[in-house]
């Protein structure tokens, strides 16, 4: 079931209303790493932070059910019915907003007014089961200063950095700070002002007395905690942002250049230059449209850019289905290659199986078009194999990856031929030979021609090819 995730607005209620300011309030915090970024890194940012108020929620879930299953089993000095004493009351009220906000949390993204009450109740909670427990044990309030479920203060504070957000850390160590200041007044006022005030350390872990330096020194250590803590979190939140625009810079990449090359510019140690290339063993590819450069004259532009998009719709995927790399669009020309971005034992069988890929969708293509009423293009592919050059070109402000050597400058050639065989594939009988070899099993009827002479190529070529049908 799909649910909108728009904010929740706040109730009018000026209780909620204080918290909506606390909210708004704790949001200048926000840093200006993030406030920069682009509309769409931010969104996948909060949507990041959503998935882990979930867990935020969960983690509570699980403490609250902690809280409640010790505070059954715990001994007390008096037999009192679960729900006659305040604190079983105060924790199935925080039962039912941890499991409210738990369930909000998967239908929308909860707003910062919200958050603000859920950091504050938290505190109120586990500060209200502590001072709680001078009533449960018959003791003064100087009692519960010891109670070493002051501990889970930290637990509270470093939960609210599973959102890599520093605000509601510092709001939630803020709470703590304060809560636990207003628990020493109360525990001072009730025992008779200054009276129940000791400097004595033996004294007062023995006695139910106030050491006011150790009672600081909590405070001091939360205050730290929570700025050690917020500190921590703007740094990361700093490599999060980062992060979340690489990997956006990664994906634009990939829809700019195959995935291949985006992966090589990403991932690339050292910055690229020109000049630098590899040497690799490797297929190239290439189809164009036969006759198309004269009848896109006749053409208006967008019908032209219509065709294009189409025909390119169709045999992007059959090269990559095949593991060929998309090297650069040549008007109604393609070049491919494979094995030479990641290089591939295999490449020349994955070139023709692509470049067959390629005339079964081309066919279909025309069947379309002819159904659609529309005049018929026909689609041709050279695949050539063998060593080349891959690397970038270009100077320092523009680089280029690409390949360059001779399979490139036949594969051009083959295309041309082709024309005068009536071919909608064109390879060399070596190429063919040794995509076999790799295990290539040909599913359409390759004719061969011995000693073919090609147009601006020295020697005499062997060739296989597939007629159009």
């Not at 003791?139 to 504070?157: C, E, G, R, S």
Request: with cysteine.
């Amino acid at each position: 079931m799909q649910h909108s995730r728009e904010p929740m607005s706040a109730p009018k209620n000026p209780a909620f209303l204080g918290f909506a300011a606390i909210g708004s309030a704790v949001s200048q915090l926000r840093g200006r790493d993030e406030a920069d970024v682009a509309p769409r890194i931010r969104e996948a940012i909060d949507r990041q932070r959503d998935a882990s108020e979930r867990l935020i929620g969960w983690i509570q879930l699980s403490v609250i059910v902690g809280l409640g299953v010790l505070f059954l089993l715990s001994p007390k000095t008096h037999e009192t019915a679960v729900f006659a004493r305040p604190i079983g009351w105060a924790l199935l009220a925080y039962f039912l907003f941890t499991l409210l906000r738990l369930a909000l949390s998967y239908r929308i993204s909860l707003p910062a007014w919200f958050l603000a009450l859920s950091v504050v109740a938290d505190m109120l909670l586990l500060l209200g089961i502590i001072w709680s427990f001078h009533i449960d044990y018959g003791q003064p309030p100087a009692f519960y200063l010891k109670a070493p479920t002051l501990l889970y203060v930290f637990l509270f504070i470093s939960i609210r950095a599973l959102r890599f957000d520093s605000r509601y850390v510092v709001l939630a160590g803020c709470a703590a700070a304060v809560g636990w200041l207003a628990m020493i007044g109360y525990a001072i006022v009730y025992d008779g002002g200054m009276a129940a005030v000791t400097r004595d350390y033996v004294e007062y872990l023995t006695a139910n007395r106030i050491l006011l330096g150790a009672e600081f020194d909590k405070i001091i250590t939360i205050a730290l905690v929570t700025a050690i803590l917020a500190v921590a979190i703007m740094r990361a939140r700093k490599t999060l942002v980062r992060g979340a625009e690489e990997h956006a810079a990664a994906v634009a990449l990939s829809r700019f250049f195959s995935p291949e090359i985006a992966d090589q510019i990403t991932r690339a140690k050292e910055e690229i230059h020109a000049g630098e290339g590899q040497q690799r063993d490797a297929a190239i590819l290439m189809t164009d449209i036969r006759g198309f450069t004269r009848r896109a004259a006749a053409l208006p532009a967008n019908e032209v850019i219509e065709i294009l998009t189409e025909y390119q719709a169709r045999l992007v995927p059959a090269i990559q289905e095949n593991g060929g790399s998309i090297d650069k669009f040549l008007g109604d020309g393609i070049l491919a290659t494979f094995g030479a971005a990641v290089p591939s034992p295999t490449c020349a069988a994955d070139a023709l199986r692509a470049a067959e890929a390629i005339a079964l969708a081309a066919d279909r293509w025309a069947e379309a078009r002819q159904a659609a009423g529309k005049p018929v293009l026909r689609v041709a592919v050279a695949v050539t194999a063998g060593p080349l050059v891959f690397g970038a070109i270009g100077d320092e402000s523009r680089l280029e990856y690409t390949v360059i050597g001779d399979p490139v400058n036949l594969a051009a050639k083959l295309d041309k031929h082709g024309k005068g065989l009536n071919a909608q594939i064109m390879t060399t009988a070596e190429t063919l030979d040794r995509a076999v070899g790799q295990k290539f099993e040909p599913s359409l009827k390759y004719e061969r021609t011995v000693a073919s002479d090609i147009d601006d190529v020295s020697e005499p070529v062997d060739l296989a090819y597939v007629t159009a049908r």
